[in-house]
């Protein structure tokens, strides 16, 4: 039989008890993985002088495809993010995340079956960014006033947003294809296109001619602050959407919440060379070895990754047994129960090995 040689990063913070939880089910799923084990982030920064060491990039260029639980980036200071970092040195351009209700998890909003696609790659997160007060900060705002012939306060510090007609080609041109391969109705591309027009401008003019190539898939454009106003007010009107990078950072938890938080948010970021599945939330610190935080998130980044690989029935089966314990909503953890204290709720693990024991029977 296949074995399938993944690159699996437990991450830190809850990450590696999620990891665990992870990998037992994709086991039980019955096809065989043959897992290159990677660490990366603050222990590892402490050990090898960087968070994201050439080994674990190297493993995922050889094996194209890793599973990643989170990681943590301290804020303001120390090193830049390594989820970032991994994102943009393999290239991983397209972030995409199913946002899909499952009967039982306690939201408002019922039926929710929304399609995030995030541009990875440019815009302003791009990491060109100047200081204020540095001499690069200042000789870029004489240029800028020199060419814009607009005043920008010397005390201002500069981050660029760059969007190019290449990276919203292959972005739309993603959504469109996982939308004909996912047989979704409509892609909507979302912008602010009415106030950057050289940037998002550019995004809409790209993604109009793009749109044409696929006359079988309605397309429609919304500004992001509107589309933020129409999800909460009435998200089933939308089905794929396809963002630059900061809206759909921020319009991917919008969605999360929609669905009933980010415990149960799956994500996959993939690019020409490759593909690395993550949930959409964080390492949850305060967490840490409580065998407390709920694992359907990275458990259903794995089913991503199962169909991914064309495992389809694989991926049914646990996405089922998944889908079962959430609806039965007995071995689920804390944040899933009525009652954040109710001493029902079972742990990590116990979540996990439920799960494995639905796709039993
Ligand atoms: P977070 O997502 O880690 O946690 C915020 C809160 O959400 C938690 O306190 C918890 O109440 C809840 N939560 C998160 N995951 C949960 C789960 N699986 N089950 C139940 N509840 C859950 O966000 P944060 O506190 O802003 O970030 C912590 C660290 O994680 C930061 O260093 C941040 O940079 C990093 N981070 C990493 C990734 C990634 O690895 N891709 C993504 C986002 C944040």
Known sequence: MKSYRVTM??????????????QACLEATGVKFDWDIQTAGMDVMAQEGTPLPERVLESIRKNKIAIKAPLTTPVGTGFRSVNVALRKELDLYACLRPCKSYEGVRSRYKNIDLVIVRENTEDLYAGIEFQKGTPEAAELIAQIEKLSKKKIRPDSGLSIKPISVTGTERIVKFAFEYARQYKRKKVTAVHKASIMKFTDGLYLEVAREVAKKYPDIEFEDRIVDNMCMQLVQKPELYDVLVLTNLYGDIVSDLCAGLIGGLGVAPGANIGTNGALFEATHGSAPKYKGLNKLNPTAVILSGVLMLRYLGETEAAERLERAV?????????VTYD????????????????GEAIIEKMGK
Do not use: C, F, S, Y
Not at 339 to 347: E, F, I
């Open 9 to 22: 990063i437990p991450g830190d913070g809850v990450g590696p008890e999620l990891a665990a939880a992870a």
């Open 323 to 331: 889908a079962e314990v959430i609806r039965e909503g007995k071995n």
């Open 336 to 351: 899933m129960k009525a009652d954040r204290n109710d001493p029902t709720a079972v742990g990590t693990k116990e979540m």
